[in-house]
């Protein structure tokens, strides 16, 4: 009975946050406010990509690798969506100038998927293509659930193409995601597996906590038993060491798979994975569209919650 009431709250919490955020007054108090901006720093690396870069370099002198995320999406226009396809050409080229391995992640809804399927799928070919010549990857980002079938419809049909440059993610609480892992699987796609972030409806996901987490774990033992080259990207603790134990149960090598992490959460948990000898990529977004990104990382961990208010009370 205890555990359902946490749940519930913390379900609650979730929407309260997300719902709150919403609002224009919060947005502008956040995106204004000297501290509040301050806050939002510990979770995004900067406006640039000068910026990223400096976080990665810290980052690999520490013994990680990253992805890069330019923060944005759906945008209206092909000028806004080739426009997004420089950006990110300009990040891969500017990871690999600086001795970073080129790994990024993209929303197909930055690269024009609200004007059509074909742009979004020409516009992502030619990111791939410089992709292939730094000898890079780009990691297609799930977004909001209507945005689903198409994200991995579009990934198989890249995939086809451009093999070894480009994967995608699956979120743990869609109800149809056990379905799409298995076609990722038979297509040899790279897949980074998630909780989900997303407010979503119980017809589209599962609501509860410990419902999400049971997902996980058996999306976890699929793609580490047969998937190519899976990230397990969690902050959890207890999905940590369910992933590290069945690895360990099953004999796979902790070399054919990588843990990832978000860019200032759990710091401390993502150099011990590291100094223990597992892969560990953290996820570091940039730009200054950062606002409803941030909005999201608060809503899905009570202590990032926690964080923020013991940031923003006075001293």
Request: aromatic letters at 6%.
């Amino acid at each position: 009975m205890e555990a359902n009431g946490a749940e519930m709250i913390e379900t609650l919490l979730r929407g309260a946050v997300l719902a709150v955020a919403e609002r224009e007054e919060i947005e502008r108090f956040v995106r204004n406010g000297r501290l509040p901006r301050k806050v939002a720093e510990r979770f995004v690396a900067g406006d640039t990509v000068a910026d990223a870069i400096q976080a990665g370099q810290l980052l690999s002198a520490a013994g990680l690798t990253t992805t890069l995320d330019h923060l944005g999406e759906n945008v209206l226009t092909t000028e806004e969506a080739h426009a997004a396809v420089q950006s990110y050409e300009q990040t891969l080229r500017a990871m690999s100038a600086a001795g970073l391995e080129p790994n990024i992640s993209v929303k197909l809804t930055m690269l024009g998927l609200d004007i059509s399927d074909d742009v979004a799928h020409d516009n992502m070919l030619a990111l791939l293509e410089t992709a292939r010549d730094v000898h890079g990857f780009v990691r297609i980002d799930m977004e909001d659930s209507q945005y689903a079938e198409t994200t991995v419809r579009l990934t198989e049909a890249l995939h086809s193409r451009v093999p070894d440059h480009v994967g995608t993610v699956i979120q743990a609480y869609l109800h149809r995601s056990d379905r799409d892992v298995e076609r990722l699987i038979e297509r040899k796609v790279r897949v980074r597996l998630v909780k989900g972030a997303y407010a979503e409806p119980a017809s589209v996901a599962l609501q509860r906590p410990r419902e999400v987490d049971a997902a996980f774990v058996r999306l976890m033992e699929r793609l580490l038993e047969d998937g190519t080259y899976p990230a397990i990207a969690t902050h959890d603790p207890a999905l940590i060491r369910a992933t590290q134990g069945f690895a360990m149960r099953m004999g796979i090598d902790p070399h054919t798979w990588e843990f990832q992490m978000l860019y200032g959460v759990r710091r401390e948990a993502q150099n011990a994975l590291a100094g223990e000898g597992y892969g560990m990529r953290v996820y570091v977004p940039f730009g200054t569209d950062w606002y409803s990104y941030f909005a999201r990382r608060i809503a899905e961990r009570p202590a990032n919650l926690l964080f923020v208010l013991r940031q923003l009370a006075p001293g």
